[in-house]
């Protein structure tokens, strides 16, 4: 596709429940990232991919956040018994270089709400 | 742990006048620096990239600088238009793969 795409743009979940947030990147980026962001804040690194194989997953908050690329395009996010300090906006992006320094693309991001 | 600051947090200025952004950051190893714009309800969108051994680049009314000695960068906006009014967020690439964010500068331009 032209640019990021994210599914879906609004999710409002009870606490407890089970969400999954989609990423499609761009075409041939080898890189993949997923960033949360608080309001008023900057965004806040999650994980990153490099083709389907997840490098570093080092700023997940705890065990109920899994992510997955399984064929090096689509990822999703998953958070298991959300709560309500996972509300936030959940960006991804995608890059084309594959040390993932390269020029970051985001797409419109996930907005979660846990009531 | 990299630490960015960017300031002012709020910035309000008449159409037409030209601007500073600053941003800076603590650990000068770096692999880049990009800014970004982000329009409210939306992504980010990248305005300007600069490798670490650069020291500026350039887009349209657009100009960033970066000096890593000092661990500091600036976005300069020439001829301010209503249509830049957005927050400005820049990022630092370390680790290879971590990019730390600020946590931005909100533009308003007044007609």
């Known amino acids: 596709g032209a640019g990021v795409s994210q599914s879906p743009r609004y999710k409002v979940a009870k606490r407890g429940q089970d969400v999954a947030l989609r990423c499609d990147p761009i075409s041939g980026h080898v890189s993949l990232f997923w960033y949360q962001q608080a309001l008023g804040q900057g965004p806040e690194f999650l994980t990153y991919?490099?083709?389907?194989?997840?490098?570093?997953k080092s700023g997940l908050p705890s065990d109920r956040f899994f992510a997955e690329r399984p064929e090096g395009s689509v990822s999703t996010l998953k958070i298991q018994r959300t709560q309500q300090e996972d509300s936030a906006v959940y960006l991804c992006a995608s890059s084309l270089e594959t040390l993932g320094t390269g020029e970051l693309f985001f797409g419109e991001g996930s907005r979660l709400t846990v009531l | 742990k990299q630490e960015v600051t960017q300031i002012p947090a709020a910035l309000s200025v008449p159409e037409g006048e030209n601007l500073v952004l600053n941003c800076s950051f603590t650990?000068?190893?770096?692999?880049?620096l990009q800014w970004f714009r982000q329009d409210p309800g939306k992504g980010l969108t990248s305005l300007l990239l600069i490798q670490s051994s650069q020291r500026e680049q350039t887009s349209g009314r657009l100009n960033a600088s970066l000096d890593k000695s000092s661990g500091r960068s600036t976005l300069y906006i020439a001829a301010s238009q209503p249509g830049d009014s957005a927050t400005y967020l820049c990022a630092v690439c370390a680790n290879f793969n971590k990019f730390y964010f600020g946590s931005g500068t909100k533009l308003n331009v007044k007609p």
């Open positions: 991919f490099q083709n389907e194989a997840q490098l570093d």
């Open positions: 650990d000068s190893a770096i692999y880049n």
